[in-house]
């Protein structure tokens, strides 16, 4: 049955409502839309930092890790909107109170002391991600981000090892 032009309207205006009001349209259970928004917010945040690092830094191996978390989380984000497409949801527009802080934290320094504070916020960042992600893998509800959780923790697990590594190497 083909819908109705107002039922085809009221539909374009909720999607249109959602996506510019940073929401989530029909994913299931709310559990569901928590982990979805968590999950962008991650991604979003984290490049956001790796991006300050190439105005901020000038150490190779800070921009190495930066060029790195920037290019996985655009590759994550890039399966989540598919996922998102799939099984008919949008991405929230706006970063989580997690990540706006770790940002204003770190374009708060400058010079030597910025590469040490990216190298602990993005650890920071990785540790929260796989514990949000391990939580979405083994107690999710909806199969596909369940699986979507479980793919990514090994990215998110070798960012953190890495970022922590950076930072060790940058005491």
Known sequence: MIPTLPVVRARLCIAV?????????RAGE?????????????????????RLSERKSGDARVRR????????????????????????????????????????RLDSVEGVAFDRVFATTVAAGEDDAVRAFAAEAADGKSAALRAYAAATLPMLRAGERDALALERALE
């Open 17 to 25: 409502a959602a996506l510019t009001a940073g929401g989530i349209v």
């Open 30 to 50: 709310p559990a569901d839309r928590s982990f979805i928004a968590r999950a962008a917010s991650i991604h979003e945040g984290q490049r956001d930092l790796a």
């Open 65 to 104: 890790l930066a060029e790195r978390i920037d290019r996985e989380h655009q590759a994550a984000l890039v399966r989540l909107r598919a996922l998102g497409v799939e099984h008919d949801f949008f991405l929230p527009d706006r970063l989580q109170d997690p990540e706006v802080r770790r940002f204003k």
